[in-house]
């Protein structure tokens, strides 16, 4: 039984009258006699006591009209709810991220973003660690992901940056650099002992402009446990984004800059160009919309 079977006993029932059933209906006055035959031979039942002067609806029809509504009703649901997932409107997206894409905003901002303007969609978050990144992306179990690139990616990602920060040196408060209270020389650490977070950028940049390859004391991974071993004396120093200075301050260490050109810190979205998920692509488009934020390190004290 199709669609259009239940539309044609539905009217019927509501106008009791195969001549105005059929006008609603755009169709012959006969047809419509026919497909009503159809439908009780299939069920095996009457629905309808027909005479020359009335239409009624037995009790068999009664309980079918019930049901054929709450189908037809249910019909347009499965419609309404395709239409808005063609349209990218409802759905899920799959999100990954690495930690220090929290600290500067930019996931928080267009997730707020995104639930405001399609708050039927549901949003999946979850932390990763950098290097699984892009595997997951490729294999489709996250559909988009922030990140803190250079990132070895395939071409068939796309790229948008979010944030820019720069690089600069975490240490203890009682390393005598930090007394000096000046941009640090990268030839200045060439003896001292590294706590590497997951993008080792910026240590390895500091180690080539000093003339020394970077001695790793530890690699804890998240930038809040890197700080905590700089904090607490376990490691010497750490090179961390910027944007740390006024997200992540903990007693027992300070920020200061790196003399020399700025060793920039980047936030980016990375996404598959090819993407066919209405709802996903929604989000790759506002994220594209976004300009990218610069952020300077505060002044030191």
């Given at each position: 039984?199709?669609?259009?079977?239940?539309?044609?006993?539905?009217?019927?029932?509501?106008?009791l009258?195969?001549?105005?059933?059929?006008?609603?209906?755009?169709?012959?006055?006969?047809?419509?006699?026919?497909?009503?035959?159809?439908?009780?031979?299939?069920?095996?039942?009457?629905?309808?006591?027909?005479?020359r002067?009335?239409v009624?609806?037995?009790?068999?029809?009664?309980?079918?009209?019930?049901?054929?509504?709450?189908?037809?009703?249910?019909?347009?649901?499965?419609?309404?709810?395709g239409?808005?997932?063609?349209?990218?409107?409802?759905g899920?997206?799959?999100?990954?991220?690495?930690?220090?894409?929290?600290?500067?905003?930019a996931?928080?901002?267009?997730?707020?973003?995104?639930r405001?303007?399609?708050?039927?969609?549901?949003?999946?978050?979850s932390?990763?660690?950098?290097?699984?990144?892009?595997?997951?992306?490729q294999?489709?179990?996250?559909?988009?992901?922030?990140?803190?690139?250079?990132?070895?990616?395939p071409?068939?990602?796309?790229?948008?940056?979010?944030?820019?920060?720069?690089?600069?040196?975490?240490?203890?408060?009682?390393?005598?650099?930090?007394?000096?209270?000046?941009?640090?020389?990268?030839?200045?650490?060439?003896?001292?002992?590294?706590?590497?977070?997951?993008?080792?950028?910026?240590?390895?940049?500091?180690?080539?402009?000093?003339?020394?390859?970077?001695?790793i004391?530890?690699?804890?991974?998240?930038?809040?446990?890197?700080?905590?071993e700089?904090?607490?004396?376990?490691?010497?120093?750490?090179?961390?984004?910027?944007?740390?200075?006024?997200?992540?301050?903990?007693?027992?260490?300070?920020?200061l800059?790196?003399?020399?050109?700025?060793?920039?810190?980047?936030?980016?979205?990375?996404?598959?160009?090819?993407?066919?998920?209405?709802?996903?692509?929604?989000?790759?488009e506002?994220?594209?919309?976004?300009?990218?934020?610069?952020?300077?390190m505060?002044?030191?004290?």
């Amino acid at each position: 039984m199709e669609r259009r079977h239940l539309e044609y006993f539905v009217t019927l029932a509501e106008e009791l009258h195969f001549g105005r059933a059929a006008l609603r209906l755009g169709i012959a006055t006969p047809t419509l006699s026919v497909q009503i035959q159809d439908i009780e031979r299939r069920l095996g039942t009457r629905l309808f006591d027909r005479s020359r002067r009335e239409v009624l609806l037995t009790s068999a029809g009664e309980v079918f009209l019930a049901e054929a509504r709450d189908v037809l009703r249910r019909f347009e649901q499965a419609e309404t709810l395709g239409r808005r997932a063609g349209r990218g409107e409802i759905g899920k997206i799959e999100i990954g991220y690495v930690g220090s894409a929290l600290y500067a905003g930019a996931l928080q901002d267009q997730l707020s973003r995104f639930r405001s303007r399609y708050p039927g969609v549901e949003l999946q978050v979850s932390e990763w660690p950098m290097g699984e990144l892009p595997q997951l992306l490729q294999e489709g179990r996250v559909d988009v992901v922030f990140c803190r690139p250079p990132m070895d990616v395939p071409d068939s990602f796309g790229e948008h940056t979010l944030v820019e920060d720069q690089f600069c040196v975490a240490l203890p408060e009682t390393h005598p650099l930090a007394q000096a209270r000046a941009p640090v020389q990268p030839a200045s650490l060439a003896r001292e002992s590294f706590v590497m977070p997951e993008q080792p950028v910026g240590a390895m940049e500091v180690g080539r402009r000093g003339g020394f390859i970077p001695r790793i004391r530890s690699q804890p991974g998240h930038l809040a446990a890197v700080l905590a071993e700089v904090s607490v004396g376990v490691g010497s120093v750490a090179i961390v984004p910027s944007v740390l200075q006024r997200t992540l301050v903990l007693p027992g260490m300070i920020y200061l800059p790196l003399a020399g050109p700025t060793i920039v810190s980047t936030i980016a979205v990375q996404y598959r160009r090819a993407e066919t998920s209405p709802v996903v692509r929604r989000l790759i488009e506002q994220v594209k919309e976004t300009p990218c934020r610069r952020i300077d390190m505060l002044p030191l004290a």
